[in-house]
């Protein structure tokens, strides 16, 4: 396990406007996240109620929706996929109005685009309190099969500082473009991938370790409702579930993975085999330019 890092959510003291009211040595978004956090011990209590047979309200299970909401996006993580998305979607921009303008310029250089730690931490920062997109994710949480998982084996679930963890069940279909079916004069198209899903994608499965033995799950509604009659059960993880929690642990974490046996035998094969991922600006988003040869004058 890798020393924390201090100090992750403040924003430059230039960013906060005076008239704001905020003490700008008061580490503010970590008060208010431990402010947060404290509201939602109910809603984890009634999640381990699930795991003993007993069941929770609605309104629980909305706060711990908002809860996971949270914890998905104040991590290091996604403070990275969001500048890495952005970082490569204006470059793509750039880039290619640079190759239709000038072609032979663009084969002698090319544009690049950087965030400073200053100007990515506020960027984060507005993401965490969109509370539009915050709204948006913790209500098609809700709307997933929620189920928790019961761990009896003799291995630990493992955490880390980006704890929830998202996989696809449903194979990606390759995005069609047809430059006639957009807006005229269509002379280019960006297009933006992500190698991990979203909370909302369809077929997605999300995980959240609660303590060593208990874990929840989210499985997106559509694609798993074969499973509805089951909706809000316990069930006993294998130790293959178990293993296929703690790897995805491993492969999304950003720096930090804990565990109470102090056993990362896993860990340390994953990163063996896979020491790409041991890179915390890792590769998670693709951007594909197209320029068209036909224009739509329509």
């Known amino acids: 396990m890798l020393p924390k890092s201090g100090f992750f959510y403040d924003l430059p003291l230039c960013d906060i406007p005076s008239e704001a009211g905020v003490d700008q040595n008061s580490q503010f978004i970590e008060k208010a996240l431990s402010v947060m956090e404290a509201e939602f011990d109910a809603a984890i209590e009634a999640a381990l109620r699930v795991a003993q047979g007993k069941g929770a309200s609605l309104e ?11 914890q998905f996006v104040r991590t290091r993580s996604f403070r990275n996929r969001l500048i890495e998305a952005r970082t490569k979607t204006q470059e793509a921009v750039f880039n290619t109005v640079l190759q239709l303008l000038a072609p032979d310029l663009a084969e002698k250089l ?26 948006k994710v913790a209500t098609g949480l809700c709307y997933h099969l929620w189920f928790v998982g019961i761990n009896n084996t003799d291995i ?18 390759k995005p069609s ?9 269509t002379l280019a198209t960006i297009q933006l991938t992500s190698k991990l899903p979203s909370p909302l994608s369809e077929g997605v499965e999300i995980i959240f370790p609660l303590t060593p033995t208990y874990a929840l799950f989210m499985l997106e509604h559509k694609h798993f409702q074969h499973l509805e009659e089951k909706q809000g059960r316990a069930f006993r993880m ?4 178990v293993q296929g929690a703690n790897a995805l642990q491993v492969l999304q974490s950003n720096r930090q993975i804990y565990s109470v046996s102090n056993d990362f035998g896993l860990a340390q094969t994953i990163c063996a085999t896979k020491p790409e ?18 224009l739509n004058s329509n």
């Open 238 to 241: 294998s130790p293959d579930d």
């Open 177 to 185: 473009i047809d430059p006639l079916a957009g807006p005229g004069l």
């Open 156 to 173: 630990p679930l493992y955490t880390s500082d980006s704890p929830v963890v998202l996989q696809s069940h449903k194979a990606g279909k």
């Open 277 to 294: 991922i041991c890179n915390p600006q890792k590769d998670t988003v693709g951007v594909t330019a197209t320029i068209h040869n036909t």
């Open 110 to 135: 090319s544009v690049g685009v950087d965030y400073d730690k200053d100007t990515a931490s506020v960027l984060h920062a507005q993401q965490m309190w969109d509370t539009s997109f915050l709204i």
């Open 60 to 70: 629980e299970r909305v706060l711990m929706a908002r809860f996971i909401t949270v």
